[in-house]
């Protein structure tokens, strides 16, 4: 079997948060389960693009990744020359995975895959959901919806990696098939979970991109309702006027002093994650939220919006706590937390083996290798 995976970014441009580690750590476990995979993306990397030659396949962490030059330096990802080695490759693959959605390059790449008779399967992470639809450029995707996508994306296979994003996509298309599958996380090789040392303030973490649907302008917004002492690290990079903003409001609420913000982690995330009490994500939509499992696997027990994908795992599985998104919501739970000790250590005992088993690696591949399988047989 080959399969082509498709994304307008690829690793290391990590400005793109989790979809981007969870593309590469599939195509990376592919590999070693014997299963021929090769990376279409674009040099991009945010407002800049990467430092690598164009056109030309190169062997990153063992998956052939062909990186190819775009001509828009927005979130469209136009790339006429990977469009054209996809007109005359795309026969070669069993599969075309196509990850997100709206950007040119996964809408021409569908396209492409389908006018070539190739079996198209959609990770949307988040993009198809009823919270996209709804915000930034909202009138332009309804009308490629209703005029393109929802006829392309009938003729599609779906993945989904929550429960959740599993009922936002069967709301906006009905596609050929949908499987539900988590991503895959890269866990810490370290166990710093037993060696972390707490101080007496509660430390709270927001460890994610800075954007409007992170929700971090509500958690700021929660601090002076705290009843008790704190510090809060915010770790990840974004938008330099919005993130000014917030620490603008944060000034005006004399709480600056409570806050760190400590840019984008990477190498680091996982000890940073375990020096904490609680992770906090507030988000207005998240389809899984590699953060969560991210924290759960050092022990630290984690506070999600209702609209992330992993809040019923969660809940369900007593690792954490979920709330509305709303400012009273939020810090009422905080202020409760904060009392259960007990709950706290228990969460930082357990969590870490559970994650383990619940997100093995060698499980999940042979899972998506029958996914790709049962696509490609029924194509």
């Not at 905080?334 to 930082?348: A, M, P, S, V």
């Amino acid at each position: 079997m080959k399969v082509l995976q498709i994304c307008a970014a690829y690793k290391p441009a990590y400005v793109y948060g989790g979809p981007t580690m969870s593309v590469s750590m599939l195509s990376e476990k592919l590999i070693k389960a014997g299963i021929y995979t090769e990376v279409y993306t674009t040099t991009a990397n945010g407002k800049n693009e990467l430092p690598v030659l164009p056109g030309c396949t190169v062997n990153v962490d063992g998956v052939g990744v062909t990186y190819f030059k775009r001509i828009t330096k927005d979130h469209t990802h136009l790339s006429p020359a990977l469009l054209k080695k996809l007109w005359t490759s795309v026969r070669q693959f069993d599969i075309v995975h196509i990850h997100a959605w709206w950007n040119l390059v996964s809408i021409f790449s569908c396209i492409i895959a389908l006018i070539r008779r190739v079996p198209v399967l959609i990770s949307a992470r988040g993009t198809l959901s009823p919270y996209s639809f709804q915000n930034k450029n909202k009138n332009i995707k309804l009308l490629i919806h209703n005029m393109l996508s929802r006829s392309l994306l009938k003729r599609c296979h779906f993945h989904v990696t929550s429960n959740r994003e599993y009922e936002a996509i069967a709301s906006v298309v009905t596609p050929k098939s949908i499987t539900d599958l988590p991503n895959f996380v890269r866990l810490p090789v370290n166990d710093h979970a037993a060696s972390a040392k707490h101080s007496n303030k509660f430390k709270l973490i927001f460890l994610s991109r800075i954007e409007e649907k992170k929700g971090l302008d509500i958690l700021i917004n929660v601090l002076p309702l705290l009843s008790f002492s704190y510090n809060l690290t915010i770790a990840g990079d974004g938008d330099i006027d919005y993130i000014n903003d917030l620490k603008e409001r944060a000034k005006k609420y004399e709480i600056d002093k409570n806050i760190t913000w400590v840019g984008f982690q990477n190498d680091n995330k996982f000890k940073l994650l375990s020096e904490h009490d609680l992770l906090v994500l507030p988000s207005f939509d998240e389809n899984f939220g590699n953060v969560v499992i991210e924290s759960l696997s050092e022990g630290t027990a984690v506070l999600v919006s209702k609209f992330v994908g992993l809040s019923g795992y969660v809940t369900e599985n007593n690792l954490g706590w979920d709330c509305e998104l709303n400012v009273q919501s939020v810090g009422n739970m905080i202020n409760l937390i904060q009392g259960k000790q007990d709950e706290l250590k228990r969460i930082r005992s357990d969590a870490p083996s559970r994650i383990r088993a619940d997100f093995n690696e060698d499980s999940l591949i042979k899972r998506y290798i029958e996914m790709y399988k049962s696509i490609s047989n029924n194509g």
